[in-house]
């Protein structure tokens, strides 16, 4: 069982406000990775990381920024939170220890799902 | 670059039926990794198999078989006498080589009436 935990599970907050949606991993994985998914929809990458200190943007434009200081721990913040970013947040991480190696698929979280009125 | 095209949007079937969800891919790699993931209505994507490229044997777990053929470049998956509980949105993903990030399919929403 995967050992990525997200947090809130769910959110409805107002126009304008700053949020930071937390992730964090037990599995000492170096690679995590933000998805937005409208519901039932295809996944979207926002953010990923490959380790401590890395940071990249993903397909998707977003207004969203990550920061990466812990190996363990990947927030998402939204400084000013609007209706357009009503949607599920998806985190998940993987580890990639090289070509061949069995561990390469991503767990994910339980996801937040983000309401913004 | 990697793309994974799921062509079915909803499939929809009575519980007992057999139901295979396509997966194509493309990539350039010669090494690259295949995942199918379940999406419940909970949320959560549910990790259920992976394959490697250089592994073309097909896996059965249970109601669920996976069916691996690098000359289509596809990797379907087939659920032998639906229940509702198998009632979810279902993704395949791919990974080459060359990149740590997995791709996802568009996904296909699998509806199973009792």
């Known amino acids: 069982e995967a050992d990525i935990y997200q947090t809130p599970r769910y959110l409805v907050i107002g126009t304008g406000k700053k949020i930071t949606l937390e992730c964090s991993q037990t599995m000492g994985h170096d690679k995590m990775y933000w998805y937005q998914q409208d519901p039932g929809m295809e996944l979207h990458l926002i953010h990923y990381s490959y380790g401590v200190n890395s940071t990249e943007k993903g397909d998707l434009s977003s207004e969203s920024t990550v920061s990466r200081i812990r190996t363990e721990h990947f927030p998402l913040t939204l400084e000013s939170a609007r209706p357009s970013h009503t949607s599920q947040y998806l985190c998940?991480?993987?580890?990639?220890?090289?070509?061949?190696?069995?561990?390469?698929?991503?767990?994910f979280g339980q996801g937040t799902r983000l309401t913004v009125v | 670059a990697q793309k994974v095209t799921q062509a079915q949007t909803e499939i929809s079937v009575v519980e007992k039926e057999d139901v295979t969800l396509d997966c194509v891919y493309e990539?350039?790699?010669?090494?690259?990794?295949l995942f199918w993931y379940k999406q419940p209505p909970s949320g959560e994507l549910v990790f259920l198999i992976r394959?490697?490229?250089?592994?073309?044997q097909n896996e059965i777990s249970g109601r669920y078989s996976w069916n691996f053929q690098k000359s289509t470049s596809s990797f379907n998956f087939t659920i032998t006498a639906s229940q509702v509980v198998d009632s979810a949105v279902y993704f395949c993903a791919l990974r080459s080589g060359g990149s740590y990030i997995p791709t996802f399919g568009r996904g296909t929403s699998l509806i199973v009436h009792p």
């Open positions: 990539t350039r790699d010669t090494t690259y990794y």
């Open positions: 998940a991480s993987s580890s990639h220890l090289g070509q061949g190696d069995g561990n390469t698929e991503a767990f």
């Open positions: 394959r490697n490229s250089f592994d073309e």
